[in-house]
């Protein structure tokens, strides 16, 4: 059995959302027993909704949350019983095999790096993030879970990256790009620059192409995207940002008038393809590369699609063992090159 716990409380969606996609992923793989985090009383009231008599069903309670404007770290220790609290704690005891979460993303890392801990080795485990592209999706890492990096960050960010890439998303001999402000190897900050020749150097780095710039995320020319959480974050807000503004502008010019109208009914079959390929929902959530366990955060607004891919995905990262190929990577060799 993949023992996976999924907090319910700390969304944007009520938990009734969260639960429903958290089922629905049970019901369609009876080795996945849940556990859910969260209040009793809400829980419970949910699941009489749902046939449940063949699944192992566990619920987990939590009776505090931990907001977006509060400081996480302060809030873990004041708040005991929060559902990050509870499930980071599940998963360092072995209780759980992997613990979803679509809270506070400082808490859930926080919470993630004080109860589970770091693989040892690792300096700062990052948040890695599937983003849309031509033929599939790039993996970007880091998110913005480590602002000031050095080169050997960005290397470890690299080999964990080549991992995922390799066992997770199935992909043979991933390209490892390093993001820059040109693809010449003198371009960039000196971080840029050093990074480069460190990541260039390392023998277990099978497939550095070298730097790459942000419009290549979206396109075939690379499969793991390596940069600091500082860019690295504010390219997820940028792309967030850019594709709400573009679908609004869609919306609003295909019902100007009677023919864009008959335009929008003739194109939404395909716009729906489309709007599949760049939607968040699909990936689940970021899994935190680099503790000692399955950690998948998922986005704030996350609904019964987000949760039902973020429970897959960390079937998928449990049964391909990726915390174990990382330790196994990193300790191969802790004294960086």
């Given at each position: 059995?993949?023992?996976?716990?999924?907090?319910?409380?700390?969304?944007?969606?009520?938990?009734?959302?969260?639960?429903?996609?958290?089922?629905?992923?049970?019901?369609?793989?009876?080795?996945?027993?849940?556990?859910?985090?969260?209040?009793?009383?809400?829980?419970n009231q949910e699941l009489k909704?749902?046939?449940?008599?063949?699944?192992?069903?566990?619920?987990?309670?939590?009776?505090?949350?931990?907001?977006?404007?509060?400081?996480?770290?302060?809030?873990?220790?004041?708040?005991?019983?929060?559902?990050?609290?509870?499930?980071?704690?599940?998963?360092?005891?072995?209780?759980?095999?992997?613990?979803?979460?679509?809270?506070?993303?400082?808490?859930?890392?926080?919470?993630?790096?004080?109860?589970?801990?770091?693989?040892?080795?690792?300096?700062?485990?990052?948040?890695?993030?599937?983003?849309?592209?031509?033929?599939?999706?790039?993996?970007?890492?880091?998110?913005?879970?480590?602002?000031?990096?050095?080169?050997?960050?960005?290397?470890?960010?690299?080999?964990?990256?080549?991992?995922?890439?390799?066992?997770?998303?199935?992909?043979?001999?991933?390209?490892?790009?390093?993001?820059?402000?040109?693809?010449?190897?003198?371009?960039?900050?000196?971080?840029?620059?050093?990074?480069?020749?460190?990541?260039?150097?390392?023998?277990?780095?099978?497939?550095?192409?070298?730097?790459?710039?942000?419009?290549?995320?979206?396109?075939?020319?690379?499969?793991?995207?390596?940069?600091?959480?500082?860019?690295?974050?504010?390219?997820?807000?940028?792309?967030?940002?850019?594709?709400s503004f573009f679908m609004d502008?869609?919306?609003?010019?295909?019902?100007?008038?009677?023919?864009?109208?008959?335009?929008?009914?003739?194109?939404?079959?395909?716009?729906k393809k489309a709007l599949k390929?760049?939607?968040?929902?699909?990936?689940?959530?970021?899994?935190?590369?680099?503790?000692?366990?399955?950690?998948?955060?998922?986005?704030?607004?996350?609904?019964?699609?987000?949760?039902?891919?973020?429970?897959?995905?960390?079937?998928?990262?449990?049964?391909?063992?990726?915390?174990?190929?990382?330790?196994?990577?990193?300790?191969?060799?802790?004294?960086?090159?």
């Amino acid at each position: 059995m993949y023992k996976i716990a999924v907090d319910v409380m700390s969304g944007e969606k009520a938990p009734a959302e969260l639960i429903k996609g958290a089922i629905r992923a049970a019901n369609e793989d009876n080795k996945i027993e849940l556990t859910l985090i969260g209040r009793n009383d809400i829980i419970n009231q949910e699941l009489k909704k749902y046939n449940i008599r063949n699944k192992q069903i566990k619920i987990e309670t939590a009776d505090e949350i931990i907001t977006m404007d509060e400081s996480p770290i302060k809030a873990l220790r004041k708040k005991k019983n929060a559902t990050v609290n509870v499930g980071a704690k599940l998963l360092k005891d072995s209780k759980v095999d992997a613990f979803i979460s679509p809270g506070n993303t400082g808490s859930v890392m926080a919470a993630s790096l004080l109860r589970v801990g770091r693989i040892k080795g690792i300096l700062r485990p990052p948040i890695a993030i599937n983003f849309p592209s031509k033929n599939g999706s790039t993996l970007v890492l880091d998110n913005g879970a480590n602002t000031d990096c050095s080169p050997e960050n960005l290397q470890q960010f690299a080999l964990m990256g080549q991992l995922y890439a390799e066992n997770i998303m199935n992909i043979k001999n991933p390209r490892i790009g390093l993001l820059n402000i040109g693809e010449e190897e003198t371009k960039g900050n000196n971080l840029s620059k050093e990074s480069y020749q460190v990541l260039k150097k390392d023998e277990r780095i099978k497939n550095f192409i070298g730097n790459i710039e942000g419009r290549d995320i979206f396109t075939d020319k690379c499969d793991v995207v390596v940069t600091d959480g500082f860019v690295g974050n504010i390219v997820l807000k940028t792309t967030e940002g850019a594709a709400s503004f573009f679908m609004d502008l869609l919306k609003e010019s295909l019902k100007t008038n009677l023919i864009s109208k008959i335009a929008a009914f003739i194109l939404k079959p395909y716009l729906k393809k489309a709007l599949k390929t760049i939607d968040y929902r699909q990936y689940g959530g970021a899994p935190l590369l680099g503790v000692k366990g399955v950690v998948i955060i998922s986005h704030g607004s996350s609904d019964e699609t987000a949760v039902y891919n973020a429970v897959k995905a960390a079937k998928k990262s449990v049964k391909e063992k990726i915390v174990s190929l990382i330790k196994k990577e990193i300790e191969k060799n802790e004294e960086l090159k």
